[in-house]
Structure formats: C-alpha cells, structure tokens
C-alpha cells in the first residue's frame, strides 16, 4: 500500500515552499495590477523577510508540514487594507502562475486553489 504524499510535500517541503514564495512575491511585484501593495516592500528589506517568512509558516503548517505558524490571523494581518476582489484574484493568477512555473502537479495545484478560496473572505475587504 502505498502512502500519498502531503500537500506539503508535494509543494517540496519547506526549501520548496519557500522557493515558491520568493517567485511569488517578485511576480506580485511585476504585477502592474498589485505592484503598488508590494513594491514599497523593496525599500523594507527586513520587514519583507518577516512577511515571507510568515508566508512559508503559513502555507507550511497549512498544508500539512511540521511547522507551527504564529503570525496573525488573516483578517488581522489584512486589516485596513481595503484589498478588491479582483487584487485577490491577481494574487491568486500570480501564485498558480508560479506553481505551474515550479513544475506541482495538477492534483497539488488544485489543492492550493482550495485553500486560497477558503482564504478570500478573511482577506478581501478588511
């Protein structure tokens, strides 16, 4: 009997993970409809290491891998934010652009979608 891998590990682990969220963060940073969200980042070094760092946290832990994610809740992350629906939907495009950049197969790709829609309504509007 074979045992399926997780989320997390089909993602590749925290290495791969975290490949996946540098990728993205540069392509939401290109992203002529979101840019202006991440671009003053470029000039906060280290704030953007904290914000990639809870982003590995948060899709490690949630998909499955050993780690432990202890920033805020996504309503409090994004409050104030007044993020649109269709902001959200470019961060998403930008994240399956990536995925399918970084070879995760369809079945893992899907599943990512799930859990970004999950996200939408503790995001958008805050």
Do not use: C, W
């Not at 939401?28 to 991440?38: D, E, K, L, V, W």
């Not at 939907?89 to 197969?105: E, R, S």
């Amino acid at each position: 009997m074979s045992v399926s891998k997780s989320l997390f590990e089909n993602l590749g682990g925290t290495a791969g993970i975290t490949a996946i969220v540098d990728d993205v963060v540069e392509a939401h940073m290109n992203n002529p409809a979101i840019s202006a969200r991440f671009l003053p980042y470029k000039d906060q070094p280290e704030r953007l290491a904290v914000i990639k760092k809870h982003t590995v946290d948060f899709f490690s832990a949630g998909s499955g891998g050993p780690v432990t994610y202890t920033g805020r809740d996504m309503p409090t992350a994004h409050k104030e934010m007044n993020i649109t629906s269709a902001e959200y939907q470019h961060t998403v495009d930008d994240i399956m652009y990536v995925l399918n950049k970084h070879n995760i197969d369809e079945q893992s790709q899907v599943n990512v979608q799930a859990i970004l829609s999950s996200l939408k309504d503790s995001i958008v509007g805050k």
